[in-house]
């Protein structure tokens, strides 16, 4: 009995269920001596490529072929599979600090625009928790006053 209390999971959500890392365990009809991550093998042969692209600058053939075509490839997938940059993997935060950098320093309405001008934002209204805008205030006191009227209050 106590065995089957011990294999219970308190599941908070179904989102931890479905997020379970893929693994290679052959290529084609070559089996693979241990499991591989797929994402693993992504960035390892981004990194090789990397190597190879670079290898046509004479500084870099001087680099042992072994450092080269082995060592590199794998701390670029260390570095790309165990790094967090601001909880996210470094190439979502890379291609999203880019897209930071592109976007224009102020933002009316989602529309680039030089300056804030005077009035661009409205008057916000704080009542208890709650935070309503000054427009939709106006809306709801003329609504509240409609229904009063059709009361006969």
């Known amino acids: 009995m106590a065995k089957d209390e011990d294999r219970i999971i308190v599941l908070r959500s179904y989102a931890t269920v479905w997020q379970y890392e893929k693994k290679l365990y052959s290529i084609d009809s070559l089996k693979l001596w241990i499991p591989v991550a797929a994402n693993d093998l992504l960035f390892f042969v981004l990194g090789l490529v990397f190597m190879v692209i670079l290898s046509k600058i004479p500084v870099i053939t001087t680099i042992p072929w072994v450092l080269r075509y082995g060592a590199f490839p794998f701390l670029v997938m ?51 928790m709650e935070v309503i805008n000054m427009i939709d205030a106006r809306l709801q006191s003329s609504s509240a006053e409609k229904k009063k009227r059709r009361r006969g209050k």
């Open 78 to 128: 260390k570095f790309f599979t165990k790094m967090k940059f601001d909880g996210k993997p470094p190439h979502k935060f890379a291609m999203g600090y880019l897209e930071y950098m592109l976007l224009p320093a102020y933002l009316s309405k989602f529309q680039a625009c030089h300056e804030y001008a005077k009035g661009c934002f409205q008057d916000v209204l704080y009542r208890g």
